[in-house]
């Protein structure tokens, strides 16, 4: 071995001893009735007698500055590769997030309120709004499972008083006298007022004696988060005197019946379970407005699931301010999540189309952040949508306008934006998504399937979670920064 080979050899074992003696511990490590020490440099060097301790002194001294060093080197590299790749995602990968200014900072006190909600017994809201893309629970009940299994939280969220598309999540009855009206989308029903509440519709008991039974499902498809619940809030107001509500589920807890204050806009009648249930049924006596229902956990994320099929999500700004905001505040919302623009992509011909679809969106953004101050919004942009032009299936022709618009919107309001177009591949992406195998959308190149919800909604997940672990990231590298 050549003299050059074999001094580098001892070099790389003086290190490797030097890196172990600095990470093992000096009382020793305990084996059975025995206690193993692994030999400090010290005690190397002197091993050989006090005759070349000074020089042994000197040499620990330079070998001990040379592996802080190296190791002061090898945690910089570290740190400024983990910091380059959250920069180059946060500003040109197709799954980031859009942010106001730039500031990746946006989502702290979103993440603040999560990391502290399992400690801190209560519970955190996430509210999805969307078309028929998430109806029935797709997308929603995926994001559900995945910020439920991270931060805490069981129970499906909000549920209407009457649910006319069954979902994955719970199977629900209610008694044919409750009426049900809905401000917007294809089975819009309206009410003589704008009263609607949080979720955009409610129910109305027209006799006296009426209910509502809830059911987890059990399929192969639901999620295991939603199939348990123990906090459940009903939302009722306008009600008539004495208005009460009884709670009937196993190992009942007194007291059981709730009376509603006809005087405040909306009241909550709230049941608290010391197990988790699967069922429940509420008996209500007297007539009001069914708001909706909370079915949650006693602590952690609600994530609830809001589809206005038909709708472009130009609707809450008809929505009563008051009853919606109490919503707001006992809810304790702080994401919410505004999913639209493929049922206006169709309509929009034109640049003129376009300009008017945004100002409309940014009314709404600048509506609900007034009502619900606390609340981070993400805008998220409408997939690909294919149409056949001279016989052939492309991307609607402004589509990519208008989600240009909506990103503008959204950044000119402080919110953020998430381009699901980009993120499935952009121009005539939704082509492949139904020719992949498997397929992850429908033949009518507008609707994902099952397998399609999942993914995009972990894409989704996934670009989310980056900032929280990079909130983090920074906390723990202050001294770097």
Same mark, same amino acid.
């Given at each position: ?334 994401? /919410?999540? @505004?999913?639209?623009?493929?049922? #206006?992509?169709?309509? *929009?011909? $034109? ?5 008017? &679809?945004? %100002? ?16 981070? /919004?993400? @805008?998220?942009?409408?997939?690909? #949508?294919?149409?056949? *032009?001279? $016989? ?5 022709? &402004?589509? %990519? ?81």
């Amino acid at each position: 071995m050549k003299p050059s080979k074999t001094l580098l050899f001892f070099a790389a074992v003086l290190v490797s001893l030097g890196i172990i003696s600095a990470v093992f511990p000096k009382q020793g490590v305990a084996l059975g009735e025995l206690q193993l020490y692994f030999p400090t440099l010290e005690d190397v060097f002197t091993a050989t007698g006090s005759a070349t301790s000074t020089v042994a002194s000197e040499q620990i001294d330079a070998m001990e500055r040379g592996l802080s060093m190296r190791r002061d080197s090898v945690a910089e590299v570290a740190y400024n590769d983990s910091l380059a790749f959250f920069l180059d995602f946060f500003n040109n990968h197709p799954s980031r997030m859009h942010l106001p200014n730039n500031n990746w900072d946006y989502f702290d006190e979103l993440f603040e309120a999560f990391d502290d909600c399992r400690e801190a017994q209560k519970v955190v809201r996430v509210l999805h709004y969307g078309d028929s893309q998430i109806e029935g629970d797709r997308i929603t009940g995926y994001l559900r499972q995945r910020l439920q299994e991270k931060f805490g939280g069981i129970g499906p969220g909000l549920l209407p008083a009457v649910q006319v598309v069954p979902t994955t999540a719970v199977e629900q009855t209610t008694s044919k006298n409750i009426s049900r009206y809905i401000v917007s989308g294809n089975f819009a029903n309206k009410a003589g007022h704008r009263r609607y509440g949080i979720l955009g519709q409610l129910g109305v008991p027209e006799s006296n004696e009426s209910n509502i039974t809830v059911k987890a499902r059990t399929w192969k498809q639901s999620f295991e988060n939603g199939r348990k619940f123990q906090k459940i809030r009903l939302f009722v107001g306008n009600t008539s005197p004495y208005f009460r509500a009884n709670l009937n589920a196993a190992k009942a807890q007194s007291p059981k019946e709730k009376t509603a204050d006809p005087n405040l806009p909306v009241s909550v009648l709230e049941w608290n379970r010391p197990d988790s249930i699967s069922q429940f049924t509420i008996n209500l006596s007297g007539r009001g407005e069914i708001y909706g229902l909370a079915v949650d956990g006693m602590n952690g994320v609600a994530v609830d699931n809001i589809p206005f099929r038909g709708s472009s999500g130009s609707f809450f700004t008809q929505l009563d301010s008051v009853v919606l905001a109490a919503m707001f505040n006992e809810l304790d919302a702080r994401l /919410i999540l @505004l999913e639209f623009g493929g049922n #206006m992509t169709p309509s *929009i011909t $034109g640049n003129k189309s376009v300009a008017a &679809y945004q %100002k409309t969106m940014s009314e709404q953004i600048a509506f609900l952040k007034r009502l619900c101050p606390q609340a981070k /919004i993400i @805008l998220i942009g409408p997939a690909d #949508m294919s149409t056949k *032009i001279n $016989g052939e299936l492309q991307s609607y022709p &402004y589509l %990519k306008k208008t989600i240009a618009a909506l990103r503008d919107a959204a950044l000119q309001n402080d919110v953020a934006f998430w381009n699901m177009y980009d993120v499935m591949g952009g121009q005539n992406s939704m082509i492949s998504w139904v020719k992949n195998s498997p397929s992850l959308a429908a033949t009518d190149y507008i609707h994902f399937n099952a397998k399609g919800a999942e993914r995009i909604a972990e894409l989704f997940y996934e670009s989310l979670i980056l900032y929280y672990d990079y909130r983090h990231f920074m906390a723990a590298n202050k001294e770097n920064i």
